[in-house]
């Protein structure tokens, strides 16, 4: 069972950027596709990013085209979500999750415990 650490989160103000990081440990790194999620207080847990194993082929939700943007380090184990332009709404709890499959499955991926991101204005 892999093992996903996410991190980079915290306190900002509107209009800034911040890097998220996803650790994976406890299998193969480049055998997996990652994704992104996010959930807000009060909301469903939502898709945000993922991409491919080799990391050719991200994808993104409609409402992350252009200010977020994912990548991947294999050499780190490591898989990265920049997000420009902060806004209050994207204040919610981040996860990744793992999967050999791509896109991941939501039901079957393996998920980290989340970093808490807070915008304010």
């Known amino acids: 069972q892999v093992q996903l650490v996410e991190s980079g989160g915290g306190l900002l103000q509107a209009g800034g950027s911040l890097r998220l990081s996803c650790a994976l440990s406890?299998?193969?790194?480049?055998?997996?596709?990652i994704a992104w999620w996010r959930q807000a207080p009060g909301d469903q847990r939502k898709f945000v990013a993922t991409?491919?194993?080799?990391?050719?082929?991200?994808y993104y939700a409609d409402f992350a085209k252009g200010r977020f943007t994912i990548s991947r380090d294999n050499a780190k184990n490591t898989v990265y979500l920049q997000i420009n332009s902060l806004k209050p709404e994207d204040t919610a709890v981040y996860y990744c999750a793992a999967d050999t499959i791509f896109p991941p499955r939501e039901k079957f991926a393996s998920w980290g415990q989340g970093t808490q991101v807070t915008v304010s204005l």
């Open positions: 406890g299998g193969a790194f480049n055998n997996y596709a």
């Open positions: 991409i491919n194993d080799s990391g050719d082929w991200p």
